[in-house]
């Protein structure tokens, strides 16, 4: 199997909630692929959520504060697992949408990965620095990616 690596990557330092204004889900009805999709008013210090399934036409809302919690495998709001999820003799490793998968792809697959101080000196809190030591490894590039590439050719 021809495997294609990116020649670099530069962490920009995204956080976690970058992700976060769409998470994909594992319908608890049906279990397709669903969307939890964030429906900010402008100004509202509360928000809106909505869960809706295309296969079983789910749709559920649910209304709360800012929920900046980084749980790994599933979504902040109604607490379902995420449908992006990679397990390896590793360890697991989740994505809360397409972008997110992507920009882990854009990373494992990349032989140089570029990190510098921001203006406020290194930080810890980016997605990147975020991911598990075994992500992380030259040696499980190529698991990785094919999972990667596994999960994408499913949806």
Known sequence: ???LYKTHFKDDFR???AFADEFVVICPRCAGKARVLTRQKANEPKQTFQLVCPDCGLSQSKTAGPAWHCHADRDWVFGLPLYY???TSQGQLCAFNEAHLQYIEDFVSAKNRLRRRDQHGWA???QISRLPKWVKLAKNRALI??????LKRIV
């Not at 990616?145 to 596994?150: E, F, G, H, M, T």
């Open 1 to 3: 199997m021809l495997v």
């Open 145 to 150: 990616l094919a999972k990667i590439r596994k």
């Open 124 to 126: 810890n809190q980016s």
């Open 85 to 87: 999820t990679i397990t």
């Open 15 to 17: 956080f976690c909630w």
